[in-house]
């Protein structure tokens, strides 16, 4: 599954020009990336030039348990710098943001989060996104998400 929630109407965020996205996956790796609009979208992932194609594109592991259509929250992210040069969320993607574990001002989901270029953006992939997304539903799960 991919694409886009045909349901939501605001999806006209877009990449307007060159920035560089560093993104800290779940091991604490650092990956600094040069984006060019010209080259967005990358794959068929959340929103074109969100935080997931990106990812998705530079084969940097990032959960998107719904493929990616604001209907999970297995993407969630920490924005760290660039916020501001990133679209407003929407209602859907707040809903959604409101099941995430271990919310912040500064989270976003993947799929929904477009920076347009105007900054350079920093993010961090939490490593208990794995964990969220892996492990089957149920009590055992609910134990790993308070010890992650
Ligand atoms: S992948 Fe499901 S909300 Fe982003």
Same mark, same amino acid.
């Given at each position: *599954?991919? #694409?886009?929630?045909?349901?939501?109407?605001?999806?006209?965020?877009?990449?307007?020009?060159?920035?560089?996205?560093?993104?800290?996956?779940?091991? %604490?790796?650092?990956?600094?990336?040069?984006?060019?609009?010209?080259?967005?979208?990358?794959?068929?992932?959340?929103?074109p030039g969100s935080i997931l194609?990106?990812? *998705?594109?530079? #084969?940097?592991?990032?959960?998107?348990?719904?493929?990616?259509?604001?209907?999970?929250? &297995?993407?969630?992210?920490?924005?760290?710098? #660039?916020?501001?040069?990133?679209?407003?969320?929407?209602?859907?993607?707040?809903?959604?943001?409101?099941?995430?574990?271990?919310?912040?001002?500064?989270?976003?989901? %993947?799929?929904?989060?477009?920076?347009?270029?105007?900054?350079?953006?920093?993010?961090?992939?939490?490593?208990?996104n794995r964990n969220l997304a892996?492990?089957?539903?149920?009590?055992?799960? *609910? &134990?790993?998400?308070?010890?992650?």
């Amino acid at each position: *599954m991919g #694409g886009q929630n045909p349901y939501i109407k605001d999806q006209e965020a877009r990449v307007k020009q060159k920035y560089t996205l560093t993104i800290i996956d779940e091991k %604490g790796a650092e990956h600094v990336l040069e984006i060019d609009p010209a080259k967005v979208p990358y794959e068929d992932h959340g929103l074109p030039g969100s935080i997931l194609d990106i990812c *998705m594109g530079h #084969g940097i592991e990032l959960d998107h348990a719904c493929g990616g259509v604001c209907a999970c929250s &297995t993407c969630h992210v920490h924005v760290l710098e #660039g916020l501001d040069a990133c679209n407003e969320t929407t209602e859907e993607e707040d809903d959604e943001l409101e099941e995430a574990y271990d919310l912040k001002p500064n989270s976003r989901l %993947g799929c929904q989060c477009v920076p347009d270029g105007t900054k350079n953006v920093r993010i961090r992939i939490p490593s208990w996104n794995r964990n969220l997304a892996r492990e089957p539903h149920g009590a055992d799960s *609910m &134990t790993t998400k308070k010890d992650a």
